[in-house]
């Protein structure tokens, strides 16, 4: 199964912490295996797109990156610079919506424009796999989105609920040749997947009930965006059954539980033993928004 990660960039804070640097560095394959001579050869194999959200590519080139596309309406984006890049830019002037939303918008185009030509090549070989599931894993990932700004911060984390809606409404079925829906169905290995990381956490957004894996004592919070939503939880060590989603504070600074539940035994008995992780599992009594993070 191929993997492909699709790194949008936003123009908030650099990111400085060695979680969201990785990333960055997996898709160029700068990422080494360690700090010793001896690793310089152990380099990752690159495998990633870079979207810089606007005038994030002068930050990007001051780090040593250089993106692949830059989306935007290039308000931030010098004249000089526009020159410079012009064959990486894609313009999008819509008032409708910020600059990270086009990113995420242009990924999904990019993913539409992959499936499409690997169905096409798939049909000319006559392969059996121009009706199967999309064979690549794609994961958005959005660095760079808080800092400066607390509105654009706010903004930008709350989108990502929208981002995981798009994707459970016109993501969800099979891929072939001739849909234009693609996979990202549940407990599928071919998937779409998006998550916003920070130099503190990873935000990840969820519509309907699931299972998480971490490690004990692992802090994690939640916000939900409405107050009719009840959510049974296990594997925590602050229950959130009797949690009213009314107030966005109302369910954060949680942690994961002990591994000594039930859940983490079954689900995975080596890590049980070991002491090192632990499964929590949340079920919503209807589908809704929520978003999750999980401290680094």
């Known amino acids: 199964m191929k993997r492909k990660n699709i790194i949008i960039v936003c123009d908030g804070d650099f990111p400085t912490a060695k979680q969201p640097l990785k990333v960055l560095r997996d898709a160029v394959g700068k990422s080494t295996a360690g700090k010793n001579a001896a690793d310089k050869d152990a380099t990752c194999k690159c495998n990633g797109i870079i979207i810089a959200c606007d005038g994030t590519a002068v930050n990007l080139a001051k780090h040593g990156f250089t993106p692949d596309y830059i989306v935007g309406d290039m308000d931030t984006l010098s004249a000089a610079n526009q020159k410079k ?88 079925a099979k891929a072939t040749a001739d849909k234009r829906k693609f996979v990202t169905q549940k407990c599928d290995p071919n998937n779409i997947t998006v998550e916003m990381i920070t130099d503190y956490g990873i935000f990840t957004p969820f519509t309907d009930s699931f299972k998480i894996s971490a490690r004990k004592g692992e802090q994690i919070s939640f916000f939900a965006f409405d107050p009719t939503l009840c959510i049974k939880s296990e594997g925590l060590v602050y229950p959130l059954d009797s949690v009213k989603f009314d107030m966005w504070w109302k369910a954060t600074l949680n942690e994961f539980a002990p591994c000594n539940n039930v859940k983490a035994a079954a689900g995975n008995r080596k890590a049980a033993a070991r002491g090192s992780k632990t499964i929590a599992e949340l079920k919503f009594n209807h589908p809704a928004k929520v978003l999750v993070f999980r401290k680094f």
Not at 108 to 120: D, F, G, P, S, W
Not at 128 to 140: D, F, G
């Open 85 to 172: 890049y012009k064959n990486l830019i894609h313009k999008n002037s819509s008032r409708e919506n910020n600059d990270q939303t086009k990113a995420f918008e242009f990924a999904l185009k990019l993913i539409r424009e992959e499936v499409k030509a690997a169905a096409a090549k798939s049909v000319a070989a006559k392969s059996i796999a121009a009706t199967s599931t999309l064979q690549t894993q794609y994961k958005i990932f959005i660095i760079g989105a808080t800092g400066k700004r607390e509105d654009h911060t706010l903004g930008n984390i709350s989108l990502l609920a929208d981002y995981a809606e798009i994707l459970k409404k016109k993501f969800s």
